[in-house]
Each structure stands twice: as C-alpha cells, then as structure tokens.
C-alpha cells in the first residue's frame, strides 16, 4: 500500500492585493552589498534546498551554481518545471531557492543572500497522486519520511546546511535516525515553522537539534497566522526570526504581488548560516548554530528567548563578526517538545559510518553459504575445518591408547 505524504502549507506563499512598495527591505537592512563586497557570497559552501518543484531556466537562476537532483522524492511527477502559468508549487520552490542565490535578473530582481554557494534542489515532484486527497504518494514504503528521504540524501551528497520551507505531515520510526545522522556529520538543518495553526503536525522544525524559523515584516511585527485572521502565528520551540512578509516574486511580474510566509525567512536563515561557514570554515555545525542564536539582532546582548520571537531576528552582520569558535561545539537546540532525536541517538549515529547497514550486504551475505555466519573469506573458513578436524582425531586417538592401557593395568592387578 503505498504511504500518502501530507504536503503541509508550511509556507504558502500568500499572494494578497497588488503592492507597489519596495521588497528589498531585508537585503539592505542586512547590509547584503557590503558584506558581498567583503566576499562573503557562501562560495564553496554546500546547501540543498528541499521544497515541491523547480524551474530552473528562470533567469534568476542563470549564471548561479544551481543543481538539480531529477530524481523526485515522491513516486511520479517530475523535479522542474517550465510551466507557462505559474503555479504555487513553482513559485515556491523556485522564490525560496532564488532567496539564496538569485542573480537580481528576472521577475522580481530577486537577489540572493548568498549567490556564490553551491545549491542543490531536491524536489518533492509534481504533479503527484491525488486521489482521496493525496499530494504524493511515497514507494515503495519505508521506515523513513519523505523529508527524511531528502535530508539523507543531502547528507550523502556532502550538503553544509539544508533548507526546508515544505512541511511533512507523516512521521515515521526512522526520521528521528536521520536528523541523528545529520547533526552528527555536522550538517546544519533549517526549517519553516508552519504559517498556520491548521499545520500544527507539520514537521521537521519541531525536531531536536533543527533550527527553526518564523517570519517578521519590516515594521518588525511577528507575521499573523494566514488562514485565521487577527491571530499571530507563534510556534512554541521557534528558534529564531528572519524578514519574510512583502517580497517580490520570481513567477511574478514585479510589485504585481508581494508574498509572505516562513518559507522566504528559512532561505535567509540557511544563507545567513553558509556565509558563516564560508568565513569561518573551522567551525562546526553546532558552533554554527551556536553562532546563530548568539548574535542575533545588530548588538550584542545576553542570550535570551521568549515564545513569538525565540532567540530574536537573525543578524547577518553580527553572525559575520564573531567567530563560531568562541562557542561550545555542542547543540543547543536538544530540549524541544519533541525529545527527539536524543542526544544519545546523535552521539550513537556519530559512532557509525552510515544511518543504517547497507541492506545488499547484508542480503548477500545471507544469501552465499559461503560467507553465511563469518566475516572472513571462504577460504579462511576451509582451514579453519581442517584444523578442527585433525584437533578431533588426534584426540580420538590419544582416548583409544588411554583407554587399552587402562584394560591393560587392570587386566594384570587381577592375576
């Protein structure tokens, strides 16, 4: 049977009356250009975004360092897309992907935080099953989500920081296994919490160890739940806060319409996070985050959290002054609601090569006689019988002269 995945609107990206005002407001505030000019772009950093689909021929994305892995997450549909009349699906992962490296060309002028990194797009697919409601349909089943297929295979491809602004709505056994792995190599995991309190299961954000992010306008108000009017949409376990209301849109032609939501906050955030590693390549991935909830708002101050706002907007400039190695290499993200992964489960991951044993070896070895119950070569298996075999009949030979010397002795005592 195959495993419906609940695609949750983790960050829709609202599309409300025309706007005419500026969506730069988060580049200049961060002080992008000069930073940039400094030449901290994210360049040699690797960062996979995982979201719906991709167009990749938009020329926000030409001349970047863009890949995209065909292979969908969800069984069907396809990763890219060159649809003439822009859906949601396209528009979302193609604007959170153009946050990080835009070029500034194109629908929007969407310039990206960090232009010079490395970007790898894994897709969910589209379009997907959707019969009785199902937006994607995983096969064949596993012990894994589909999220976790994506984190795991950015792992394997040596991602620095993984974007996720596309929430899953199925948490399986295995998921826990998979984050485990990536903080243990280090990997840097930041997702959107859900703009509405509709999405409440939607997850990986509520993970240990996964930095977690809202979105704030410029007028500095956290963003208002978007299917529950005069509600704020604040998310207990939230990390921290990005710019993420009133942007421009690489589908959309310029000011038509500006979009909001927690899936343009985890782009900046990831990207704020890259350029960190990029000048700071020493620093691990929880000195990273360290780092992160550390330096938040343009001075320093003592580190505090509050509910709505968690460790506070996210600074571009002060995570660039303050070196990540100042701080514990230890996460401190591993006290969520959530309890999961443990930090045992990390600490154990770390201990192994891989998340779990690769199932052909072990399917192979089942398989070969020759090689079933030893670790050895068949031909160490050979020699160890024969050395058996000679120990038992030496001994059977040494019991045969005992015992007739034995019927010996007694033989004679009798006379």
């Given at each position: 049977?195959?495993?419906?995945?609940?695609?949750?609107?983790?960050?829709?990206?609202?599309?409300?009356?025309?706007?005419?005002?500026?969506?730069?407001?988060?580049?200049?505030?961060?002080?992008?250009?000069?930073?940039?000019?400094?030449?901290?772009?994210?360049?040699?950093?690797?960062?996979?975004?995982?979201?719906?689909?991709?167009?990749?021929?938009?020329?926000?994305?030409?001349?970047?360092?863009?890949?995209?892995?065909?292979?969908?997450?969800?069984?069907?549909?396809?990763?890219?897309?060159?649809?003439?009349?822009?859906?949601?699906?396209?528009?979302?992962?193609?604007?959170?992907?153009?946050?990080?490296?835009?070029?500034?060309?194109?629908?929007?002028?969407?310039?990206?935080?960090?232009?010079?990194?490395?970007?790898?797009?894994?897709?969910?697919?589209?379009?997907?099953?959707?019969?009785?409601?199902?937006?994607?349909?995983?096969?064949?089943?596993?012990?894994?989500?589909?999220?976790?297929?994506?984190?795991?295979?950015?792992?394997?491809?040596?991602?620095?920081?993984?974007?996720?602004?596309?929430?899953?709505?199925?948490?399986?056994?295995?998921?826990?296994?998979?984050?485990?792995?990536?903080?243990?190599?280090?990997?840097?995991?930041?997702?959107?919490?859900?703009?509405?309190?509709?999405?409440?299961?939607?997850?990986?954000?509520?993970?240990?160890?996964?930095?977690?992010?809202?979105?704030?306008?410029?007028?500095?108000?956290?963003?208002?739940?978007?299917?529950?009017?005069?509600?704020?949409?604040?998310?207990?376990?939230?990390?921290?806060?990005?710019?993420?209301?009133?942007?421009?849109?690489?589908?959309?032609?310029?000011?038509?319409?500006?979009?909001?939501?927690?899936?343009?906050?985890?782009?900046?955030?990831?990207?704020?996070?890259?350029?960190?590693?990029?000048?700071?390549?020493?620093?691990?991935?929880?000195?990273?985050?360290?780092?992160?909830?550390?330096?938040?708002?343009?001075?320093?101050?003592?580190?505090?959290?509050?509910?709505?706002?968690?460790?506070?907007?996210?600074?571009?400039?002060?995570?660039?002054?303050?070196?990540?190695?100042?701080?514990?290499?230890?996460?401190?993200?591993?006290?969520?609601?959530?309890?999961?992964?443990?930090?045992?489960?990390?600490?154990?991951?770390?201990?192994?090569?891989?998340?779990?044993?690769?199932?052909?070896?072990?399917?192979?070895?089942?398989?070969?006689?020759?090689?079933?119950?030893?670790?050895?070569?068949?031909?160490?298996?050979?020699?160890?019988?024969?050395?058996?075999?000679?120990?038992?009949?030496?001994?059977?030979?040494?019991?045969?002269?005992?015992?007739?010397a034995r019927r010996k002795k007694n033989a004679g005592g009798a006379v």
């Amino acid at each position: 049977m195959a495993l419906a995945l609940a695609i949750v609107g983790v960050a829709s990206l609202a599309a409300p009356a025309a706007h005419a005002a500026s969506s730069d407001w988060w580049y200049d505030g961060f002080g992008v250009p000069e930073v940039q000019a400094q030449g901290w772009t994210g360049q040699g950093v690797k960062v996979a975004v995982i979201d719906a689909v991709i167009n990749p021929d938009l020329p926000v994305f030409q001349g970047t360092n863009l890949t995209v892995d065909k292979q969908p997450l969800c069984k069907g549909g396809t990763v890219t897309t060159t649809a003439p009349d822009p859906t949601n699906d396209e528009a979302h992962g193609s604007d959170a992907t153009a946050l990080l490296i835009g070029n500034g060309k194109g629908s929007g002028h969407v310039r990206g935080i960090a232009p010079k990194a490395d970007v790898t797009f894994y897709g969910f697919g589209f379009p997907l099953n959707t019969e009785a409601g199902q937006r994607c349909v995983k096969g064949p089943i596993g012990e894994t989500s589909i999220v976790s297929d994506g984190i795991q295979r950015a792992v394997d491809d040596g991602a620095r920081v993984i974007s996720i602004s596309i929430g899953d709505g199925v948490d399986l056994p295995g998921d826990p296994e998979v984050i485990a792995h990536a903080l243990a190599k280090g990997v840097v995991i930041v997702a959107a919490v859900p703009n509405t309190k509709n999405d409440e299961n939607a997850w990986p954000w509520q993970r240990n160890g996964v930095v977690a992010v809202n979105a704030f306008g410029q007028d500095g108000r956290l963003q208002d739940d978007q299917e529950v009017a005069g509600r704020k949409d604040v998310w207990p376990g939230t990390t921290v806060v990005a710019p993420g209301v009133g942007f421009e849109s690489v589908i959309w032609k310029k000011h038509d319409y500006l979009i909001s939501g927690s899936s343009l906050a985890t782009p900046l955030t990831a990207g704020i996070v890259a350029v960190a590693a990029q000048k700071y390549p020493q620093a691990t991935g929880n000195q990273l985050i360290q780092s992160l909830i550390h330096n938040t708002t343009p001075n320093d101050h003592e580190l505090t959290y509050v509910e709505d706002f968690g460790y506070g907007p996210v600074s571009l400039r002060h995570v660039l002054a303050v070196d990540p190695a100042k701080y514990p290499d230890v996460n401190p993200l591993m006290d969520k609601a959530s309890d999961s992964p443990t930090a045992d489960q990390v600490a154990a991951a770390g201990a192994k090569p891989t998340v779990s044993p690769a199932p052909s070896a072990s399917r192979s070895a089942a398989a070969d006689p020759a090689t079933r119950g030893t670790t050895g070569p068949p031909g160490a298996l050979i020699t160890v019988g024969v050395v058996v075999l000679a120990v038992i009949v030496i001994g059977v030979i040494v019991l045969i002269v005992v015992a007739a010397a034995r019927r010996k002795k007694n033989a004679g005592g009798a006379v």
